[in-house]
Nanobody, 122 residues
Framework: VQLQASGGGLVQAGGSLRLSCAAS????????MGWFRQAPGKEREFVAA????????YYADSVKGRFTISRDNDKNTVYLQMNSLKPEDTAVYYC????????????????WGQGTQVTVSS
């Protein structure tokens, strides 16, 4: 599976962005998906995850209520809708795919996208 993340950019605090992660291959619907982020000088952290069917999601406390993860298996794409953005959301955002249940641990994901930069100005 190859993953291509897009949709990042520069936005003011309080604004919104929607990230997309397009997957190649016919087996996208077999993978649980996750979004992670890494800010400069910080370790990569979990943001959100979604089950293979899309029926189950999980969020980091820092984004709960502001971000929404979803997927369209017909389009081989997972999304991250980010609302009420804060300067501390500034990071490179990565999507990842895993065969098996979703996880908050990045090291169990099998495939990673290249990342897309999100910058939130105050």
């Amino acid at each position: 599976v190859q993953l291509q993340a897009s949709g990042g950019g520069l936005v003011q605090a309080g604004g919104s962005l929607r990230l997309s992660c397009a997957a190649s291959g016919r087996t996208f619907s077999s993978y649980s998906m996750g979004w992670f982020r890494q800010a400069p000088g910080k370790e990569r952290e979990f943001v959100a995850a979604i089950s293979v069917s899309g029926g189950s999601t999980y969020y980091a406390d820092s984004v709960k209520g502001r971000f929404t993860i979803s997927r369209d298996n017909d389009k081989n794409t997972v999304y991250l809708q980010m609302n009420s953005l804060k300067p501390e959301d500034t990071a490179v955002y990565y999507c990842a795919a895993r065969l098996g249940p979703y996880s908050v641990y990045g090291n169990v994901y099998h495939y990673w996208g290249q990342g897309t930069q999100v910058t939130v100005s105050s």
